[in-house]
Each structure stands twice: as C-alpha cells, then as structure tokens.
C-alpha cells in the first residue's frame, strides 16, 4: 500500500521568507505526485503535479517542486512567500495506475505580515 | 464553467440516524471520488467511480457507507446508523477518464453527528 509522510505539521514564517515543505512517499512502482493547497475557507485546489519529465515542476503562484526519485520525495519550494500563503498544504500520491489519492498528513503554515 | 459542488455545506445529526451527502461532479467529468477528511486521521479516499465500470469501493470504513451514482453524473454518499467518529467533512472530487487529470474537490459537507 502506497503511504505519504509530510514532516512538518506546523510551520510559521515571516514574508519574503523562503519556504520548504518535505514530503516522502512509500510506494515501489511508478507514481503520480501532486500538492493540494486549502486556503481558510476554502476548498482543495491543486498547486501543481508531476507526472513525467521534467522532475523540477513549476505550478501557480509562485511555487514549484522537485521530484528526487532516489529519496521517494516530492518537496514543495518557494522562494518568498506572502501573506496570502497562509493555508494548509497537502501532498498526494497516486500509483500511475490507479486513481485514488493517497494523501500525507498535510502541513498548515502561517505566514506573518 | 461551474465547479464540483456539494449539498448541504452543513449537516448535524443525531447517532443512529441515516445521512445523504450529495455530490454534482463538474459537467463532462467521467470520474467521481469521495474523500474524508478528519481530525484524526487526515484525508481519506473513500470509493471510486469511473464511467459503468464497477465503483473501487476499498476506502469504505464499513457496510453502513454505501455510495451510488446516477446517469453517470450526481453521486450520494449514505451512512447508515450513523455514530460520532463518522464526523468529518466530506469532500467529493471529479476528473475526466485520463488518470493524468487533476482531480477537482468541492467545498465539502461536514458532518457532525451529535
């Protein structure tokens, strides 16, 4: 069965501060990766997602991640973040031939003005 | 266009009573997933349905949750004699037939059951 870790559960920042969160996936096969953002309020919207290719992913508002197949992990990166970040961000997996998302725990961070 | 929505946004009920979530998945979307998200065990996958074939009813926490769609469009989640760790919220996600699609998520139905 496929698992999703994400390390930090909290994390607080202060803007134009860079942000990193981790997350690592327990699946053998070939996988699907993808980060899910809830901003307060509001529901789930996808921040990007990888699929194939290029592992370093560019996704909206400024975030990006890098797929590192050896360390099974999927981080998500951006290099200044604002207010308007704070959310609840959430990793998720799906074998590449399935459908179901499998997702870690999610890290909520609050970005101070 | 319009997005995956859900009804109610809130529902409270008592324990033992049955309960119907309804989703309406984005028009043309031949994919429908329902989620569960709560405190204590983050976001689940509940059941799949995709197109006529048969639903991956695998996340399903037992027989009192049952999930159907109609016409291959609106789907109703039930949960039957329903007890207090069934609260949550529950999210309903559609996409199209191509597992590289995005899965598009609703607002949601939390449910609290008194």
């Known amino acids: 069965a496929q698992s999703v870790s994400q390390h930090n559960h909290h994390v607080i920042l202060s803007e134009a501060a860079s942000l990193e969160l981790g997350c690592n996936y327990s699946?053998?096969?070939?996988?699907?990766l993808f980060w899910y953002v809830q901003y307060p309020g509001q529901h789930l919207q996808l921040l990007l997602k990888?699929?194939?290719?290029?592992?370093l992913v560019k996704g909206i508002k400024g975030f990006e991640a890098e797929f590192i197949k050896s360390k099974f992990s999927f981080n998500l990166r951006k290099p200044s973040v604002q207010w308007s970040d704070t959310a609840e961000y959430f990793c998720a997996v799906n074998a590449a031939a399935g459908n179901k998302l499998t997702f870690g725990g999610g890290t909520r961070v609050l970005v101070k003005p | 266009g319009a997005g995956v929505s859900q009804s109610p946004s809130n529902k409270v009920t008592e324990k033992g009573k049955d309960v119907e979530l309804r989703c309406d998945p984005i028009s043309g979307h031949t994919a429908l997933y329902w989620y569960r998200q709560s405190l204590g065990q983050g976001l689940e996958f509940l059941i799949y349905?995709?197109?006529?074939?048969?639903?991956?009813k695998s996340g399903l926490p037992s027989d009192r949750f049952s999930a159907e769609r109609t016409g291959g469009s609106v789907s109703t989640l039930t949960i039957q004699r329903t007890q207090q760790e069934d609260s949550a919220v529950y999210l309903c996600?559609?996409?199209?037939?191509?597992?590289?699609?995005?899965?598009?998520f609703g607002p949601g139905t939390r449910l609290t059951v008194l």
């Open positions: 349905f995709q197109g006529n074939s048969a639903p991956d």
């Open positions: 699946y053998g096969g070939t996988v699907n």
């Open positions: 990888y699929f194939s290719g290029d592992p």
């Open positions: 996600a559609s996409s199209s037939e191509d597992r590289t699609d995005t899965q598009y």
